[in-house]
């Protein structure tokens, strides 16, 4: 098996597209794709449900072929390498793929077993996951909470030491708290040499990875660290806001330097036309100038790439 | 008639000793927008199916619409509408499709229905894909169409199970423009989200932990309460104390 030279380079994708037919339809799953992920970073593929990151996930997992381009993981092709890949990676899909009518120790025992591996073995690299569900190990898969569920579903991807770990949206339904605790167990892991690569709809995840893809309809709309996605962002936004937001927002639509407004929590954001000078906020609204976030970004690029 | 959707006395269901909902209380006032938020497993889901009419409580008090919980649950259904973000249309059926049958268990007349029906598509601008699959539009369009055909039977109140999650940035600001539409129509709105951006879009709020409601105000009380600049920091704040392993 020929094993590609990648000092730097944990996943590989280069110019990768992948089609469907849906009745008389053709869907363009991915878009001519191309990325790399370092070695021991954690990457996040940041887009909504039907951007294609569930697509690229089976890709490089090897269980989906594609029309065009090339991928790698670890060093070997996807497709010509895809037993040794199999051996290398730790996949957790979205929807829960563990045996429901197997225990909770029942299912590790399995996946250990089959990658030739024990509990014992690995025990310290999963120990901080587990040992959460341990006190359940005799209880059913299926009859576990969600949480515990998605624990479960970690270890058992983790239990074979993996270098690459896909993880499709793990956080996707969970509570704002669980989902903190669940990026402390990544950040552990990624302490630990594991290569990650992570989707999420929750724009406000992005912040924690070392670098992201921003991905909407097959396309990759950026790619860089959450730090220079932010900053190299050139338009200005202001955050507003009034007595009566729903009146504040059409009537802020109107505003002749405002490009868009668009609700933003407790504010609205007024992306401010790039030729305007002068400001001027009728009163009574309160507004001031904001750093831009990652929802900010992907809202523009989505409306820019629309057009 | 009152002027209160919902109102709520020390609600509680028990499963095997088991306080899944712990004598909870509060009120919902009619075009309200409610934030029903907690933690996964601190006894939404378990709290929104005994309002639904589709699970009998233990004890405690409850009316929806106006119709009492035990006595007249098959009232309550009729004058509710319910989506989540799990089940909300037939994949196999097209657009039409779905609207008709949907409208058919509300009892809407044929003729009613082919009026409202058209009025819906051009609200939607879906007029070129009625008579596609449901199943093969993008996320963000069915859940549209999804909240618009659980208020299709103008129901006194619709009940939103984390309508937007997945959804890009921008369909879930359209889907909040569409709740505010409803409620001017005098629709009140219960939703739960994880979305904390979302939190703040809520009249009031209500944050449940273990069982019980914690805190209930408007965003602006709970963040000036908590001391804290945004929703998520009072969610964290007040889910962190929760003792359950779900």
């Not at chain 1, 000078?277 to 009574?284: A, D, I, V």
Request: hydrophobic residues 40%.
């Amino acid at each position: 098996m020929e094993k590609y030279h990648s000092e730097q380079a944990s996943i590989v994708v280069s110019s990768v597209s992948k089609s469907y037919t849906s009745g008389k339809t053709v869907v363009k799953a991915l878009d001519n794709i191309s990325f790399e992920v370092e070695k021991g970073s954690l990457f996040g593929l940041i887009g909504p449900d039907g951007a294609g990151k569930t697509t690229l996930f089976r890709i490089l997992t090897s269980l989906l072929l594609f029309d065009k381009g090339k991928a790698l993981v670890d060093g070997f092709d996807v497709i010509s390498g895809y037993k040794e890949i199999r051996k290398r990676i730790g996949y957790m899909p979205g929807r829960f793929s563990l045996y429901a009518d197997l225990t909770v120790q029942e299912n590790l025992n399995f996946f250990a077993s089959i990658f030739e591996t024990t509990i014992d073995e690995n025990y310290d690299l999963i120990k901080g996951i587990y040992a959460q569900i341990e006190p359940f190990k005799n209880r059913r898969a299926g009859k576990l909470s969600g949480g515990m569920k998605q624990k479960l579903a970690l270890s058992c991807a983790l239990i074979h030491r993996p270098s690459v770990l896909f993880l499709d949206e793990p956080t996707t339904g969970v509570d704002a708290v669980s989902r903190k605790e669940f990026w402390d167990m990544l950040k552990g892991l990624k302490n630990k040499g594991i290569t990650i690569l992570v989707s999420t709809p929750y724009m406000d995840e992005a912040n924690l990875c070392d670098k992201v893809a921003l991905i909407q309809s097959g396309s990759i709309l950026n790619i860089d660290t959450p730090h220079n996605i932010t900053h190299t962002f050139s338009k200005t936004i202001y955050r507003i806001k009034g007595r009566d937001m729903q009146a504040l927002l059409l009537q802020a639509r109107q505003w002749d330097f405002a490009e868009q407004v668009y609700p933003f929590g407790e504010y609205h954001h007024a992306v401010i036309r790039q030729q305007s000078t002068e400001l001027h906020f009728p009163e009574g609204v309160e507004a001031s100038r904001i750093h831009p976030g990652i929802e900010d970004v992907f809202i523009d690029l989505m409306r820019s790439h629309d057009q | 008639m009152t002027n209160k959707a919902i109102i709520v006395e020390k609600l509680s269901k028990t499963f095997n000793g088991f306080k899944a909902v712990d004598e909870i209380s509060f009120e919902v006032g009619r075009g309200e927008i409610f934030g029903f938020l907690g933690a996964n497993g601190a006894g939404k889901t378990t709290a929104m199916k005994m309002l639904c009419g589709l699970s009998m409580p233990s004890s405690g008090k409850a009316t929806v619409a106006g119709f009492d919980i035990y006595q007249e649950n098959e009232s309550i259904k009729k004058n509710i509408g319910y989506m989540s973000q799990k089940f909300s249309l037939y994949e196999d059926l097209t657009i039409r499709e779905n609207i008709r049958f949907y409208a058919g268990i509300y009892g809407i007349r044929p003729d009613i229905i082919k009026t409202k029906t058209v009025q819906l598509l051009t609200q939607l601008s879906l007029e070129k894909e009625a008579d596609q699959l449901v199943g093969q539009l993008p996320l963000g369009w069915k859940q549209k169409l999804a909240f618009s055909v659980a208020i299709f039977h103008d129901p006194q109140i619709v009940f939103l199970d984390e309508p937007t999650g997945g959804v890009d940035p921008i369909t879930r600001r359209d889907f909040w423009n569409m709740i505010y539409d409803a409620t001017a129509k005098g629709i009140t709105v219960f939703v739960t989200t994880h979305y904390m951006d979302e939190a703040e879009y809520c009249d009031r709020v209500s944050i449940m932990v273990d069982g019980q409601i914690d805190a209930l105000d408007t965003p602006g009380n709970l963040k000036r309460l908590y001391q804290a600049e945004s929703m998520d920091q009072v969610f964290l704040q007040i889910a962190r104390k929760a003792k359950r392993t779900e």
